[in-house]
C-alpha cells in the first residue's frame, strides 16, 4: 500500500540551529500539504503545494520557515532559525484530487 | 470565522461498550467533514467522511459518524470498542472551496480516547 514517507522520524536541534525535514508523497498526488500539530492541539496548515506551486502559505512563518517541491513531487520544509515554541510534530499530507489527504508519520521537533 | 470544537478533550470507556465523540462546527456553507485516528507518535488515518448525501456515513474499524445539520454537528460513534481503539481522535472540516484552489483542513483539538479493560 503506498504510502507518504517522511524523514526524520524525530529530531532534537538546538534554538538558533537550523533544521529541515523531508516527505516524500504517494506516487502520482499533486497536491502536497505541510502541517503543525503543537502537542495537546489539532494539526494547522503550514503550506500547501498544487504540483510545485505554492497554493496557500498564509499560516507559514516566513521570516523563519521555507517551503519548496520544486519538481512537483518531494517536498522539504526548513526552519532557520529554530525557537523553542517550533518543537511540535510536522506532518506532511499528500491527496489525489482535493479528497482525502493521507497523511505520513510525520517527523517529531525538540528544540532545545 | 470556521471552527470545529470537541467538547471533551478526554473520555475513557470500558471495553465492549458503546462510544460517541462529539464534533460541532462552524462554518458558511455545507461542509465536508473528517474524522481522523492518531495512534501516539503516529500520523493521522481517515475513519471517514462525509460530503453529501445519505447523512449516516460508515467507516473503518466499525466506526460511523452522522451529520446533523440542524445541530452543526458530526458525532463518531462505534457500539463495542476494543482495546485497539485507544487514541487521539480529531474531527475535520474542509473549506468553502473545496473542490477549487484549495484543499486544507480545519482540525478540532482532539478527543483522547482511553479505553479500560
Known amino acids: 500500500e503506498a504510502e507518504v514517507a517522511q524523514s526524520p522520524r524525530y529530531k532534537i536541534t538546538e534554538k538558533s540551529q537550523a533544521v529541515a525535514f523531508w516527505c516524500d508523497p504517494i506516487?502520482?498526488?499533486?497536491?502536497l500539504y505541510w502541517y503543525r500539530q503543537i502537542l495537546g492541539q489539532g494539526p494547522e496548515l503550514l503550506v500547501q503545494?498544487?504540483?510545485?506551486?505554492?497554493?496557500?502559505d498564509s499560516q507559514l512563518p516566513k521570516d523563519r520557515f521555507s517551503a519548496e517541491r520544486l519538481k512537483g513531487v518531494d517536498s522539504t520544509l526548513k526552519i532557520q532559525p529554530a525557537e523553542l515554541g517550533d518543537s511540535a510534530m510536522y506532518l506532511c499530507?499528500?491527496?489525489?484530487?482535493?479528497?482525502?489527504?493521507?497523511f505520513g508519520p510525520g517527523t517529531r521537533l525538540t528544540v532545545l | 470565522a470556521q471552527s470545529v470544537t470537541q467538547p471533551d478533550i478526554h473520555i475513557t470507556v470500558s471495553e465492549g461498550a458503546s462510544l460517541e465523540l462529539r464534533c460541532n462546527y462552524s462554518?458558511?456553507?455545507?461542509?465536508?467533514l473528517f474524522w481522523y485516528v492518531q495512534s501516539p507518535g503516529q500520523g493521522l488515518q481517515l475513519l471517514l467522511k462525509?460530503?453529501?448525501?445519505?447523512?449516516l456515513v460508515q467507516g473503518i474499524k466499525g466506526f460511523e459518524a452522522e451529520f446533523k445539520r440542524s445541530q452543526s454537528s458530526f458525532n463518531l460513534r462505534k457500539p463495542s470498542v476494543h482495546w485497539s481503539d485507544a487514541a487521539e481522535y480529531f474531527c475535520?472540516?474542509?473549506?468553502?472551496?473545496?473542490?477549487?484552489?484549495?484543499?486544507?483542513?480545519?482540525f478540532g483539538k482532539g478527543t483522547k480516547l482511553s479505553v479500560k479493560p
Open positions: 462554518y458558511g456553507a455545507t461542509p465536508y
Open positions: 475535520a472540516v474542509g473549506p468553502l472551496n473545496y473542490g477549487g484552489s484549495q484543499g486544507n483542513l480545519i
Open positions: 462525509y460530503f453529501s448525501g445519505d447523512t
Open positions: 499530507a499528500s491527496s489525489f484530487d482535493l479528497d482525502e489527504q493521507f
Open positions: 506516487s502520482g498526488h499533486a497536491t
Open positions: 503545494f498544487q504540483d510545485e506551486s505554492v497554493v496557500d
